[in-house]
């Protein structure tokens, strides 16, 4: 046997104890101040910019694949994005409900979802506070909500491009700059913007899915000294897409009458993404968005500001909504609003004994739903013919279009 040295023996003994992992310390502002998750009493799931990354994050839409009880579903109509915490939350397609899930970004309410789901680029963190957050963030947080930090300026040059392309010819582009300007003063810009092309193949009408997006992000930070700090935030998101048209079936009946109305069906697998009929969904969606911060940190107390202004605008044409290859019905919708808030906010620092914090908050929303010059449902050239097939099928009618005579009537 060989005698076995000492140092090597210890060597042995300690080398475990230097591998074991060391747990990070996750920090979050669930409760307006920045404090470690496992302090918090708030039912928190956390993500950090290596999180994102990793994850091919490209919009908010796609933190529910990352957060458990998180749902987000975008319809034809991505303004009126329905997002569900523990199965809580608003329907989709109900513009004028403010969402249940309040949306924050950079510390500003969205009194509309679709408005923060543009490519954010430089996404610092995300949080999602699961259960009512009334106390906070307000009546609008009955269900929970999803806070978005972008990334400050940096103090030094940092610089980001980066280049995807996938299948269905989607490529897209983005990148950040970000560095100092001045002494006190540094500045960042992020934006991006995605193309793709059509995912769904029509044979009576256009084809759908494609893709047109750009995002801009500005940041201004001025440092007036080591406890004043103002941060400007202005962004800007255009998009312009044609939704993908629903694969449907139809039935023996269904195209017995289509025939009847001058076309025969010649594709009726509802999962092969080949189409057969009119529809025609257009999309278009602008918005803009500034944010002012500025914070003072004393050693007792913080003060925070949080001002901000949105505008945003939305446009959906839905051109023969039967889904058949014959024009019936046409659908036009527009949703327009602006937002005002103000929050003044003041809290305790470095007392682990006693916390408070007090302030005001004022938010006022403007919101339109409408074209007075574009009628929200239009009859088109086949409606009367199709009209008169149907009451042969199912009322026996033989000469008179059920639509020929009839006047709805109601009251708005």
Same mark, same amino acid.
């Given at each position: 046997?060989?005698?076995?040295?000492?140092?090597?023996?210890?060597?042995?003994?300690?080398?475990?104890?230097?591998?074991?992992?060391?747990?990070?310390?996750?920090?979050?502002?669930?409760?307006?101040?920045?404090?470690?998750?496992?302090?918090?009493?708030?039912?928190?799931?956390?993500?950090?910019?290596?999180?994102?990354?990793?994850?091919?994050?490209?919009?908010i839409s796609d933190v529910s694949a990352l957060v458990p009880s998180l749902y987000i579903l975008t319809t034809d109509q991505p303004m009126s994005?329905?997002? +569900? %915490?523990?199965?809580?939350?608003?329907?989709?397609?109900?513009?004028?409900?403010?969402?249940?899930?309040?949306?924050?970004?950079?510390?500003a309410f969205r009194s509309r979802s679709g408005i923060g789901l543009g490519d954010i680029v430089d996404v610092q963190s995300i949080e999602v506070?699961?259960?009512?957050?009334?106390?906070?963030?307000?009546?609008?947080?009955?269900?929970?909500? %999803?806070?978005?930090?972008?990334?400050?300026?940096?103090?030094?040059?940092?610089?980001?491009?980066?280049?995807?392309?996938?299948?269905?010819?989607?490529?897209?582009?983005?990148?950040?700059?970000?560095?100092?300007?001045?002494?006190?003063?540094?500045?960042?810009?992020?934006?991006?913007?995605?193309?793709?092309?059509?995912?769904?193949?029509?044979?009576?009408?256009?084809?759908?899915?494609?893709?047109?997006? =750009?995002?801009?992000?500005?940041?201004?930070?001025?440092?007036?000294?080591?406890?004043?700090?103002?941060?400007?935030?202005?962004?800007?998101?255009?998009?312009?897409?044609?939704?993908?048209?629903?694969?449907?079936?139809?039935?023996?009946?269904?195209?017995?009458? =289509?025939?009847?109305?001058?076309?025969?069906?010649?594709?009726?697998?509802?999962?092969?993404?080949?189409?057969?009929?009119?529809?025609?969904?257009?999309?278009?969606?602008?918005?803009?968005?500034?944010?002012?911060?500025?914070?003072?940190?004393? &050693?007792?107390?913080?003060?925070?500001?949080?001002?901000?202004?949105?505008?945003?605008?939305?446009?959906?044409?839905?051109?023969?909504?039967?889904?058949?290859?014959?024009?019936?019905?046409?659908?036009?919708?527009?949703?327009?609003? &602006?937002?005002?808030?103000? &929050?003044?906010?003041? /809290?305790?620092?470095?007392?682990?004994?006693?916390?408070?914090?007090?302030?005001?908050?004022?938010?006022?929303?403007?919101?339109?739903?409408?074209?007075?010059?574009?009628?929200?449902?239009?009859?088109?050239?086949?409606?009367?013919?199709?009209?008169?097939?149907? /009451?042969?099928?199912?009322?026996?009618?033989?000469?008179?279009?059920?639509?020929?005579?009839?006047?709805?009537?109601? +009251?708005?």
């Amino acid at each position: 046997m060989k005698r076995i040295p000492p140092l090597l023996l210890t060597c042995c003994f300690i080398s475990p104890a230097i591998a074991a992992p060391v747990l990070e310390e996750v920090l979050v502002t669930a409760q307006k101040r920045s404090e470690s998750l496992q302090d918090v009493p708030v039912a928190v799931s956390a993500l950090s910019a290596d999180d994102l990354q990793e994850s091919g994050f490209r919009d908010i839409s796609d933190v529910s694949a990352l957060v458990p009880s998180l749902y987000i579903l975008t319809t034809d109509q991505p303004m009126s994005t329905a997002v +569900r %915490i523990r199965g809580i939350g608003n329907a989709a397609n109900v513009p004028t409900f403010e969402p249940a899930v309040a949306l924050y970004i950079d510390g500003a309410f969205r009194s509309r979802s679709g408005i923060g789901l543009g490519d954010i680029v430089d996404v610092q963190s995300i949080e999602v506070l699961k259960g009512p957050q009334s106390t906070l963030y307000g009546k609008n947080a009955s269900a929970g909500l %999803i806070a978005v930090s972008s990334a400050r300026p940096s103090r030094e040059l940092e610089t980001m491009l980066e280049f995807t392309y996938a299948s269905d010819d989607l490529h897209q582009v983005k990148g950040y700059i970000s560095g100092p300007l001045s002494e006190k003063l540094a500045g960042r810009l992020s934006g991006s913007t995605s193309r793709r092309g059509n995912l769904t193949k029509n044979l009576s009408g256009p084809d759908s899915g494609d893709l047109d997006d =750009i995002a801009l992000r500005g940041q201004l930070q001025y440092d007036f000294s080591d406890r004043w700090t103002a941060r400007l935030i202005a962004g800007w998101l255009e998009r312009d897409m044609n939704a993908m048209g629903a694969d449907v079936y139809y039935s023996e009946r269904t195209r017995e009458m =289509i025939s009847q109305a001058g076309y025969d069906i010649s594709n009726n697998d509802p999962l092969d993404h080949v189409v057969e009929h009119n529809l025609k969904p257009i999309i278009k969606q602008d918005s803009s968005d500034a944010i002012l911060n500025v914070q003072y940190s004393g &050693e007792s107390y913080s003060f925070t500001s949080i001002s901000s202004y949105d505008i945003y605008d939305s446009e959906k044409y839905m051109y023969n909504v039967e889904l058949m290859p014959i024009n019936i019905a046409s659908n036009f919708d527009k949703h327009a609003g &602006e937002s005002i808030s103000q &929050e003044f906010r003041i /809290a305790s620092e470095g007392s682990d004994s006693l916390r408070w914090m007090t302030g005001v908050y004022y938010y006022y929303n403007d919101f339109q739903r409408g074209d007075s010059d574009k009628p929200f449902l239009r009859m088109e050239d086949q409606v009367e013919e199709y009209g008169t097939i149907v /009451a042969q099928y199912f009322v026996g009618a033989t000469s008179t279009s059920p639509c020929a005579n009839t006047h709805i009537r109601g +009251r708005g």
